[in-house]
């Protein structure tokens, strides 16, 4: 079987074969349009290869420990040239205060892989709540927010900096006006020429840095099969099943090395365990990829010249500039919630940011094509913005949606734009899938009163109704703290959304049959070797209709499983978390 390599000692990985790049009829349909500030590489003496930082936020959960942890796990040479920065893997580690300061004498680890367009900080909610929940029954459990590689590009500096001085002014400044902080300035957003390297960075790699992590973070493999649970949120849970699959020393031997070795059980967040891509739980826009259907060469050859853009990005809501603009927006929410927001007028235009509130704010077509009334002729207290932007009944991408409660201060009408609430009725029910099950609501009066935000807390009698005559929401559908979920997108020193997200890891997904993508995924069994315990959105997307055992959370969107609040409108205790630390300590 040959001697197994050291677990740090990485094989290059696999090129595929460079086919002529096809015509233009093959180009992806969304142009890349990315951040060029990277964080920088850890301060560290040296010699050092692992940085562990305390993180410090206004959580209302208590008794939970947070550091930012960084470890030196260089990329390959074949991944070719790119930032010092990338060369660490990066993980929030959230564990019991009153427990134990080594993970090797946690009772469990919780490992979990984000989702698409998702960073660490996307599961600072769900992580201290089951942390807590654990805590409150003995069981001393640590989880392990991993960010993905790509997400050492992202430049926190000006965010860092607003809540620092607690003024969003100085955040926007710092991305859009060229001001320095400490002497830095932003370095605008990068071209796809200039992200070559994420073209190296899919599936293989994606598995490799978190096996690297877990053995460098917890050596002893035995330790880790007793200890550590695997799994994560919508394409977490594809990620994951592949984790389960892998044969890391690439022998394809059971000597411990395959990836479903160094777990004990598996947890799906609005996922399923499971290598196909239904199983995602979220968009994997593989039909924007023409060249999908002429295999994996053509794919890696689209990659390498350029013609397929390196990450996905799409002119409205999924860009890099957009998913920096949640952080701000998440910024002057959690600063001051009450306060009126001039995000609109304060950050310069753009064609990302315009047509990200065009397609937001607008109530209908004709507004839409006509472009007027704009978001800039409404006034909105910062929550509001903030809740416009994510909740189920103002968001219309299924995957992006949170139920924080609903508007106010106003007349509230439906938005029938892009797609008209009555989807059941006109024959086209199965947009839900896409659009989410929840009717969409607009603010109607331009140039008029305040438009503020009921919390999930706060949503009770006197609720708009629709056009049907039912109203928009309940409490009974409401179940995160737009608080809470402002300060996860403030406040986490890694990022809640992904800026960068490999368009290989899609690509590798879909082509995973093909020589050369996934030749190590051998042990198809891996998925099912160990217990899975699935925890879906009622509302959300979950890749599949509920299976006998599954923990299903009434009301609750795709995002909701991350960022529910502990406390919640029934009085019980927020379902997810409870269950899922019940799960890690059997």
Known sequence: MGRPPHPLVRRPPRRLGGLAVLGASVLVA??????????????????????????????????????????????????????????????????????????????????????????????DSVARNTVAAAAKDGKHIEFWALDRRSNCLEDHTGVQAGLAAKDVHLAVDYYYRQKEVDGRKFAGYQTNDQ????????????????????????????ARKQKMLC???????????????????????TTGD???????????????????????????PTDLIPLLKFGAGAVQAGLESGVVPRSLSAPALINTETMNLLSIAGLAADLAPG??????????SSFNTDTTYR??????????????????????????????????????????????????????????????????????????????????????????????WRNYDQVGAGVPASKDGTPFTSSAKEVTDIG????????????????YFPTKMVTDIAL??????????????????????????GDGLGGSSPQPGDVVAPGYQHIDVLTASAKQNDGEPEIVSTNLAAFAAK
């Open 30 to 123: 969304a142009a890349a349009a990315l951040p060029v500030h990277a964080l920088a590489a850890p301060a560290a003496g040296p010699g050092a290869d692992r940085v562990e930082t305390p993180v410090a936020t206004g959580s209302p959960v208590t008794g939970v420990t947070e550091s930012m942890v960084r470890v030196r796990v260089p990329l390959p040479a074949s991944a070719g040239p790119h930032p010092e920065a990338c060369d660490w893997l990066s993980y929030l580690r959230f564990r019991d205060s009153a427990g134990p300061a080594a993970s090797a004498q946690a009772d469990r680890i919780l490992v979990a892989q984000p989702g698409i367009l998702e960073g660490a900080g996307a599961f």
């Open 195 to 222: 992200v070559a390297w994420l073209q190296n960075v899919g599936l293989e790699q994606t598995v490799r840095d978190q096996y690297d992590l877990m053995v460098h973070e917890l050596p002893d493999q035995q």
């Open 231 to 253: 799994g994560g949120h919508s394409l977490g849970g594809v990620l994951t099943a592949f984790f389960a699959e892998w044969d890391f020393d690439g022998n394809h031997s």
């Open 258 to 284: 395959a990836g479903y070795e160094q777990c004990s059980g598996y947890f799906a967040l609005d996922t399923r365990i499971s290598t196909s891509l239904p199983g995602a739980g979220g968009p994997l």
């Open 339 to 348: 306060g009126v927001s001039d995000l609109a007028t304060y950050v310069p």
């Open 359 to 452: 397609l937001l704010f607008s109530k209908d077509y004709p507004t839409f094509v006509k472009g007027s009334p704009t978001v800039k002729d409404f006034r909105f207290t910062n929550a509001a913005a903030l809740g416009g932007l994510l909740d189920d009944n103002s968001e219309p991408l299924a995957f992006m949606q949170a139920s924080v409660g609903f508007w106010d201060g106003g007349k509230i009408v439906d938005k029938e734009f892009p797609a008209p609430n009555d989807l059941d009725a006109i024959g086209l029910g199965g947009l839900k899938q896409l659009l989410g099950p929840d009717k969409k609501a607009i603010p109607d009066e331009p140039n008029g009163p305040l438009y503020t």
């Open 484 to 499: 809470e979920l402002a300060r996860s997108l403030a406040e986490q020193p890694l990022d809640f959304t992904e800026h």
């Open 512 to 537: 995973a049959a093909a020589p050369g993508i996934a030749d190590d995924a051998v042990h198809t069994g891996g998925p099912t070797a160990n217990p899975i315990i699935n925890l879906e959105a």
